[in-house]
């Protein structure tokens, strides 16, 4: 397709025509010709990033790296979004090394504040258990003024440490937060308290309990009872159900400001008598959303962390209460449930829960929510489920899908040998422009092949190579064996004639 150059370019219009471009290679050629075509242009911070998100989404990681040496040539002003995606295409692609060298080179580049930066390969580090390069990253970026927040990475590297039975150590880190001008927000307590409970350190994580009192509890925070709830539930677990329910009323007292009477002691001492540690948790469980402040937050907190669990009987009675008093449940309790239906193979009622109970309360599904319900699926087999539910609500509230939902679904019919079906998908994809990796192409070629169907074969390979992607020997191999049966010898010259045309 011939271009209509401008009189004048702008990098606003530039970026316009290289997002219409199908195929990668020809849009980084549109890039690199305007500046031959125009003396008086130059590239911009965004014309800049619409370039190398392209490339990074297609897999042309050389030609991306290019992109990113030029603009740092160029000195033009970029953001801090722009290296976050990259370094993140990095490690999707297990280039973790070369992550790590981009982010140790944008002080060269012009970009005053790579907080996120920061952030993103610390996690990543953590995530790849490089503990001692996460530290040492710490050291060198944090106290730098283009990293203004450091509590996420504070938080991410005590995770770190409570992930390795290291509380002592996250506990050290936590109390030495103050010489770092930093204050521990409700993530900080949370991540402590979860690794001193797991490492039965009972004595430090009640102690941490008071301290949160006075720091970020002042105000009876509903929110705040899914830490408090880690304490609890850990001293239960230790046999401790008299020092738990001694714990509970200086919580519902000083931690939720929670007015008298709120929950029926009688029914904690019952408890108490019969010994029994999971009625314990439930009565407790009750008596924190009773005892805090009515509020989204509250609840919302607490179905969540108990879905996270897999108590999904006592996370549906806590959005029960929660529409009692006259609050919706959130797009993240229905994330949070569906995940947790999954979990446990239960596919049929975590789309019944998309279908239908989202769509009862006014919230409507997402993708977000549909690319949980892929990731979470426990067995093959039920992409088919999914399609159906995705087509039916695409059908009923518009766009239900993103690229993400797409392409894991793509790869699960491949998986599940369902190639027509894949096919069709690929039509759908190929109207939003969501254009699928080449291994997802090679697959559903091969496998369509395999099925004697060789006119979508073709029709893809055209449509791969169209975009720049080169299929892999196995795609000619089963084209080869396709089209040399006798009967198909006719057709097969026909084709071969268009292809030798791409």
């Known amino acids: 397709m011939s271009i209509r150059w401008p009189r004048v370019l702008t990098p606003t219009y530039l970026s316009q025509i290289i997002r219409t471009q199908k195929n990668p290679i020809k849009a980084l050629h549109i890039f690199n010709e305007a500046k031959s075509r125009y003396p008086n242009y130059h590239h911009n911070g965004p014309v800049y990033a619409t370039m190398i998100s392209i490339l990074g989404t297609s897999g042309r990681l050389t030609e991306m790296k290019d992109v990113i040496e030029q603009m740092r040539e160029d000195s033009c002003e970029c953001k801090d979004s722009v290296f976050v995606s990259v370094i993140k295409t990095y490690a999707n692609a297990g280039q973790v090394d070369e992550a790590m060298s981009l982010y140790k080179t944008i002080p060269q580049f012009n970009c005053v504040n790579w907080t996120e930066s920061f952030n993103t ?24 003024w283009e990293v203004r927040y450091r509590i996420r990475a504070l938080n991410l590297l005590m995770y770190a440490l409570c992930q390795k039975s290291r509380s002592d150590l996250a506990l050290q880190l936590f109390q030495e937060m103050d010489y770092q001008s930093c204050y521990p927000d409700r993530d900080s307590y949370a991540i402590l308290m979860k690794g001193l409970c797991q490492d039965k350190r009972l004595h430090e994580a009640t102690h941490l309990l008071y301290s949160m009192f006075w720091r970020i509890s002042q105000k009876g925070n509903g929110e705040d009872i899914v830490v408090y709830r880690i304490l609890l539930d850990a001293l239960c677990d230790a046999g401790k159900l008299e020092e738990a329910v001694e714990i509970l009323g200086k919580i519902l007292r000083k931690g939720l400001k929670a007015p008298k009477g709120c929950y029926n002691r009688s029914d904690l001492g019952q408890i108490l008598d019969d010994n029994d540690i999971e009625s314990a948790k439930r009565v407790i469980h009750e008596a924190l959303i009773k005892g805090s402040i009515p509020s989204m937050a509250s609840y919302n907190a607490m179905a969540v962390d108990l879905y996270t669990e897999g108590k999904i009987d006592e996370a549906d009675t806590v959005i029960m209460e929660m529409q009692d ?9 229905f994330e949070a449930k569906v995940a947790a239906l999954c979990k446990v193979c239960k596919v049929d009622e975590a789309i019944k ?85 080449t291994n997802s192409y090679n697959s559903v070629i091969k496998g369509l092949c395999s099925l004697g169907r060789q006119y979508e074969a073709v029709m893809w390979l055209e449509d791969m190579i169209s975009q720049g992607k080169l299929p892999e020997t196995s795609v000619w191999n089963s084209l080869a064996s396709l089209f040399c049966n006798s009967e198909k ?12 045309t791409l």
């Open 121 to 144: 390969i610390l996690q990543i580090m953590v995530n790849e258990n490089r503990l001692e390069m996460a530290h040492s990253i710490f050291v060198e970026s944090s106290c730098g």
């Open 325 to 333: 008093r006259g609050f919706r449940p959130t797009h993240s309790i």
């Open 353 to 437: 829960v998309i279908e239908e109970d989202m769509v009862k309360v006014n919230c409507l599904p997402t993708a977000r929510v549909y690319n949980t319900l892929l990731k979470n699926l426990c067995n093959v087999g039920n992409s088919m489920a999914v399609l159906k539910s995705l087509n039916k609500m695409s059908n009923k509230v518009g766009s239900a899908g993103d690229r993400d939902t797409y392409g894991i679904l793509l790869e699960m019919l491949c998986g599940e040998r369902r190639y027509l079906e894949a096919s069709q998908l690929l039509e759908k994809m190929s109207i939003k422009s969501y254009w699928p990796c």
């Open 489 to 500: 010898i006719k057709v097969s010259s026909e084709i071969f004639s268009r292809l030798s």
